[in-house]
T-cell receptor, first 116, second 115 residues
Framework: DAGVTQSPTHLIKTRGQQVTLRCSPK?????VSWYQQALGQGPQFIFQ???????QRGNFPDRFSGHQFPNYSSELNVNALLLGDSALYLC???????????????FGEGSRLTVL | AQSVTQLGSHVSVSEGALVLLRCNYS??????LFWYVQYPNQGLQLLLK??????LVKGINGFEAEFKKSETSFHLTKPSAHMSDAAEYFC?????????????FGSGTRLQVQP
C-alpha cells in the first residue's frame, strides 16, 4: 500500500516564477492538507482540500493556491515566488473518521523548493 | 486560537539516558495534542496522540507523554535513549477531533543521542 507520494522531491526556481507541486494521497484517503516547513521551523498549515474544494486555509497569501482532482490527488501552486518561499512543502492525507480509530494525518516526504 | 511552545530547540542525551522533550500548549478549549518525529530528509511520523481518553499516552518506539491540564503541558519521555532516536520532534495541537483537522506545530526540538 503506497503512502503519500509527492513530486518533485527537489526543485530550484528564481524569484517571480511560478511552481506547481503534486501530491497523491494514501489509498482510501479523501482529504489532502498542505504544510510549509521553513528551515529550522515547524510545519505551518497552508490549506486543506476535500470534495475538490478548499475547506480550510491558514495565514498564507493568495499567491498560494491549490486544486484537488476527482481521484483525490492535489496540487499546490505558488505564483510570483519570493526568496522567503524557500521551504519544504509537505502534503498530508487523511480520511474524515474520528481520531480514535481513523483520521490520522499521513505525511509525504515533501518537496524541497529553493528560490534564488 | 491555539498554540504550542517547545522549550529547548536542541536536547542532547547519552545513549541509555532518559529523554525528556517539553511541550506546553495554549488553548481556550480542551485540545487534542500530538507528537511527531521527523528523520532527516523525511516527512513526519506520528509518535502518539492525546484525544482525552487517557492522560498518559503510550506511543511507538517506547515513547510516552502525559497530558497535565493544570500545567498545560504534554511532555514527551522515553526511559532509555537509543541512537536511532536522534531526530527532530514536533509537538502539535488542534481543536478538532476528526481527520479533517488542521494542526498547529511547535518549532521543534532536535534530539541528539551521544554514544
Amino acid at each position: 500500500d503506497a503512502g503519500v507520494t509527492q513530486s518533485p522531491t527537489h526543485l530550484i526556481k528564481t524569484r517571480g516564477q511560478q511552481v506547481t507541486l503534486r501530491c497523491s494521497p494514501k489509498s482510501g484517503h479523501d482529504t489532502v492538507s498542505w504544510y510549509q516547513q521553513a528551515l529550522g521551523q515547524g510545519p505551518q498549515f497552508i490549506f486543506q482540500y476535500y470534495e475538490e474544494e478548499e475547506r480550510q486555509r491558514g495565514n498564507f497569501p493568495d499567491r498560494f493556491s491549490g486544486h484537488q482532482f476527482p481521484n483525490y490527488s492535489s496540487e499546490l501552486n505558488v505564483n510570483a515566488l519570493l526568496l522567503g518561499d524557500s521551504a519544504l512543502y509537505l502534503c498530508a492525507s487523511s480520511s474524515p473518521g474520528q481520531a480514535a480509530n481513523t483520521g490520522e494525518l499521513f505525511f509525504g516526504e515533501g518537496s524541497r523548493l529553493t528560490v534564488l | 486560537a491555539q498554540s504550542v511552545t517547545q522549550l529547548g530547540s536542541h536536547v542532547s542525551v547519552s545513549e541509555g539516558a532518559l529523554v525528556l522533550l517539553r511541550c506546553n500548549y495554549s488553548s481556550s478549549v480542551p485540545p487534542y495534542l500530538f507528537w511527531y518525529v521527523q528523520y532527516p530528509n523525511q516527512g513526519l511520523q506520528l509518535l502518539l496522540k492525546y484525544t482525552s481518553a487517557a492522560t498518559l499516552v503510550k506511543g511507538i518506539n517506547g515513547f510516552e507523554a502525559e497530558f497535565k491540564k493544570s500545567e498545560t503541558s504534554f511532555h514527551l519521555t522515553k526511559p532509555s535513549a537509543h541512537m536511532s532516536d536522534a531526530a527532530e520532534y514536533f509537538c502539535a495541537v488542534t481543536l478538532t477531533n476528526t481527520g479533517r483537522r488542521a494542526l498547529t506545530f511547535g518549532s521543534g526540538t532536535r534530539l541528539q543521542v551521544q554514544p
